[in-house]
C-alpha cells in the first residue's frame, strides 16, 4: 500500500507552460507539505496545509499555488514555468503540525526538467 | 536566521566501522530533531526522534545523542553494513514553527 503518492515521477516541459503535480495520502494525517529539493540537495519547506487550510506558505513566487480539495489530497498547480523551477518535488504529510507527532511522510518525488 | 550544518556533505567508512554524523544548528530553539535517511531517487524516510529533554535514543544499531547546551545532534551506525550508504539528514521541529531540515550528509559504507 503507498502511502503517499505523487504523479507524474518525472515531468520535462518548456519554459513559460503551466504544470501540475499531484499527491495523495492514506494515512488519514491531517497536514500535508510541498517540499522543493534543488540539486545542491537542500530539502526546503513551500507549504503547508492542515485540514485544507494554508497554515504555512514559505517564500515561494505566488506562480506557485497549492490546490487542496480534501486532506487527503494537496495539488501543487506551476504558472510560468521557468528554468530556476527545475528541481525535485516532494509532497509529504504528518499525523499533527503541532505537536511531536510531525513526522514527515515522504512521496517518491516529482522530477521537474524546464527547459 | 536559522542555520542547520551536517558534518561533510559526504562521509566514508569501512564496513563494520561505526559512522558518526554531526547535526549542528544556530538561531533556532528546537523542541525535538528528527533524523531522516535518503536513497537515491526516493523521498526522505523518518528514523528517529528526540526531544529536548532527551539525551539519547537508540533504535537497533542506530543512536543519536541530542545537546541543547552545544546545540548538536550525533547519529551514530553501529557496525555498519554496505545497505547503510545513503544521505542523512537532520531536521528540527518545535511546536508552531517550520519544520527545518539540514543539508544532509552522503555517508558510503566500503565494503
Known amino acids: 500500500d503507498t502511502a503517499v503518492s505523487q504523479t507524474p515521477k518525472y515531468l520535462v516541459t518548456q519554459m513559460g507552460n503551466d504544470k501540475s503535480i499531484k499527491c495523495e495520502q492514506n494515512?488519514?494525517?491531517?497536514?500535508m507539505y510541498w517540499y522543493k529539493q534543488d540539486s545542491k540537495k537542500f530539502l526546503k519547506i513551500m507549504f503547508s496545509y492542515n485540514n485544507k487550510e494554508l497554515i504555512i506558505n514559505e517564500t515561494v513566487p505566488n506562480r506557485f499555488s497549492p490546490k487542496s480539495p480534501d486532506k487527503a489530497h494537496l495539488n501543487l498547480h506551476i504558472n510560468s514555468l521557468e528554468l530556476g523551477d527545475s528541481a525535485v518535488y516532494f509532497c509529504?504529510?504528518?499525523?499533527?503540525?503541532?505537536?511531536?507527532?510531525?513526522?514527515?511522510?515522504f512521496g517518491p518525488g516529482t522530477r521537474l526538467t524546464v527547459l | 536566521s536559522q542555520k542547520i550544518e551536517q558534518n561533510s556533505e559526504a562521509l566514508n567508512i569501512q564496513e563494520g566501522k561505526t559512522a558518526t554524523l554531526t547535526c549542528n544548528y544556530t538561531n533556532y530553539s528546537p523542541a525535538y530533531l528528527q533524523w531522516y535517511r535518503q536513497d537515491p531517487g526516493r523521498g526522505p524516510v523518518f528514523l528517529l526522534l528526540i526531544r529536548e529533554n532527551e539525551k539519547e535514543k537508540r533504535k537497533e544499531r542506530l543512536k543519536v545523542t541530542f545537546d541543547t547546551t552545544l546545540k548538536q545532534s550525533l547519529f551514530h551506525i553501529t557496525a555498519s553494513q554496505p545497505a547503510d550508504s545513503a544521505t542523512y539528514l537532520c531536521a528540527l521541529g518545535n511546536y508552531g514553527q517550520n519544520f527545518v531540515f539540514g543539508p544532509g550528509t552522503r555517508l558510503s559504507v566500503l565494503p
Open positions: 509529504a504529510s504528518s499525523l499533527n503540525p503541532s505537536g511531536d507527532t510531525d513526522t514527515q511522510y
Open positions: 494515512l488519514g494525517h491531517d497536514t
